[in-house]
């Protein structure tokens, strides 16, 4: 299956696994432009995507692609995951992994992720005693992407004037990941039960997503290889899009399809935490590639 990763690595060098993407997430596209900056030339990620398909399935990516069961019904609710646009009128259980509590329920005991509980305002007296326990938590809905209501939580009383309609939200144990003063995450592709690639997502905000992408390399010491850096614009459809919709992308997602800041720097990662976040992403791809789509547990969604 192919699965986009998202990590992040605190001050210790842990890594820690905070969601997982289905579907055609972002990441080749990303990976191939820091490659481009940062060494001057095309990477060979999309062939290397194309030769495992192929070797694996025995498809070319696309008919991959668009022979999983569950396909269909993952567009439609994309969109409707960003609010524009109404349910998937034909449901697969294989949409269930859209749902954090779900993915966490799945693979919190087999690799490491953020302490995480559901989030009941009826309850307030168990998030407070969560939030006291870890010093510093972050609201996140348990359906969406893109960062969307995605809050850190530092006192008692902000949770008690949270006003969250009727979206269900999970509370998880905040991780800093920070570098050379910029927030980050690892985006890690793992498809056929091979590594594929990653880069990393830098920004100034207390979260990461669409920030500015660097190339990652696995190098000593820890950190930006050049502080102080320089950035490149990108304005062209990206490779997913044009496997994903075809010629029929929504407008509204214009800029995640087709522009990109890229870092001229890279990030350093140890090699053994390179190593490990590999292992660990080709581990939840294995995992979820052996799932029955049909057992897995109810979602929040679901009525």
Same mark, same amino acid.
């Given at each position: ?44 990620? $999309?062939?290397? +995507?194309?030769?495992?398909?192929? !070797?694996?399935?025995? @498809?070319?990516?696309?008919?991959? *692609?668009? %022979? ?18 109404? $349910?998937?009128? +034909?449901?697969?259980?294989?949409? !269930?992994?859209?749902? @954090?509590?779900?993915?966490?329920? *799945?693979? %919190? ?195």
């Amino acid at each position: 299956m192919y699965l986009g990763i998202d990590f992040l690595i605190t001050s210790q060098l842990q890594p820690y696994v905070v969601e997982v993407n289905v579907g055609l997430p972002g990441g080749a596209q990303e990976y191939h432009l820091t490659h481009l900056v940062y060494f001057g030339k095309p990477s060979n990620i $999309f062939k290397q +995507i194309e030769e495992t398909s192929q !070797r694996i399935y025995g @498809k070319t990516f696309k008919d991959y *692609l668009h %022979s999983l069961p569950f396909i269909e019904s993952l567009k439609p609710f994309k969109i409707w995951m960003d609010g524009k646009g109404p $349910f998937p009128t +034909i449901f697969h259980p294989g949409l !269930r992994l859209e749902d @954090k509590w779900n993915q966490y329920q *799945l693979i %919190s005991s087999i690799v490491p992720m953020p302490e995480t509980m559901i989030f009941d305002p009826i309850h307030l007296g168990q998030a407070e005693q969560f939030l006291e326990r870890k010093g510093k938590i972050v609201l996140k809905r348990r359906v969406g992407r893109g960062g969307r209501g995605l809050q850190v939580i530092t006192e008692p009383e902000t949770l008690s004037r949270l006003d969250l309609g009727s979206s269900p939200y999970l509370l998880q144990e905040y991780i800093e990941s920070k570098i050379d003063g910029y927030h980050f995450s690892i985006r890690s592709i793992a498809f056929g039960g091979e590594f594929i690639c990653m880069y990393a997502n830098l920004s100034t905000r207390s979260f990461s997503n669409h920030g500015t992408l660097a190339f990652i390399s696995p190098d000593h010491p820890f950190g930006l290889s050049e502080k102080d850096f320089k950035t490149e614009s990108f304005n062209q459809r990206s490779w997913e899009a044009e496997i994903w919709f075809g010629g029929n992308e929504p407008p509204y997602l214009r800029h995640n399809l087709y522009e990109d800041e890229v870092a001229k720097t890279a990030l350093h990662v140890p090699e053994d935490v390179f190593s490990m976040i590999k292992q660990l992403s080709v581990k939840i791809e294995r995992f979820y590639e052996s799932l029955d789509l049909s057992s897995l547990p109810k979602a929040c969604f679901e009525k």
